[in-house]
């Protein structure tokens, strides 16, 4: 059986190492917590389809190794994406830290329109934060990106997140404003361009 959906987005999940990206994505994915999870060796992928504004999305999801070592096998997977959630642990400035470099990236490999979302995870471990809500908020505004803390132990805001991002590229789109190779419209079997 084929399926069918109106859209067909890529997205990324990026950022630094432990900072549970596979854990948000296998929380979006399967609805639960991943207890048994290891650093990502390379690239992991998973996909789902959504309802957006009346509209199905298929999302492509690629999660990214957030080691340094792997930074350059993963840095082909940027191309084409339309959507990234940046991902850092509430509980880690060293993840935080490394935010900057990883924007940078999304922007320059995947495209200047890239949809992302900062997504600080492990909201569940408030009593250990180092970096406060209001400290990535503000760094968010500063470069343009949407913003949500996250759980991928509770599933806390991680349906959201992708929802949100993939809401925000459906509305560029319809408005014209997103015209990137990246997207692939389904039903008239167009490529967007």
Request: net charge neutral; no cysteine; hydrophobic share 45%.
């Given at each position: 059986m084929?399926?069918?959906?109106?859209?067909?987005?890529?997205?990324?999940?990026?950022?630094?190492?432990?900072?549970g990206k596979s854990c948000l994505l296998h929380q979006f994915i399967e609805n639960k917590f991943k207890q048994d999870s290891s650093h990502t060796i390379g690239v992991e992928f998973g996909s789902r389809v959504v309802m957006v504004a009346g509209k199905t999305v298929k999302l492509q999801i690629w999660d990214t190794a957030g080691q340094e070592?792997?930074?350059s096998v993963t840095r082909s997977y940027y191309r084409g994406a339309a959507g990234a959630l940046l991902v850092y642990d509430i509980t880690s400035r060293e993840t935080y830290n490394a935010l900057t470099n990883w924007l940078t990236d999304a922007r320059t490999l995947a495209s200047p329109n890239i949809v992302i979302i900062l997504c600080g995870n492990k909201k569940d471990l408030e009593a250990d934060?180092?970096?406060?809500?209001?400290?990535?908020s503000r760094f968010a505004q500063e470069n343009e990106l949407m913003f949500l803390e996250t759980s991928a132990l509770t599933g806390e805001n991680v349906e959201e997140a992708f929802l949100k991002c993939a809401r925000t590229i459906l509305n560029k789109i319809e408005s014209g404003n997103f015209t990137e190779q990246c997207v692939y419209y389904r039903c008239a079997g167009i490529h967007m361009t």
């Open positions: 084929t399926e069918t959906y109106d859209f067909l987005f890529k997205f990324l999940v990026i950022g630094s190492a432990g900072s070592r792997f930074r934060r180092e970096v406060t809500f209001l400290e990535a």
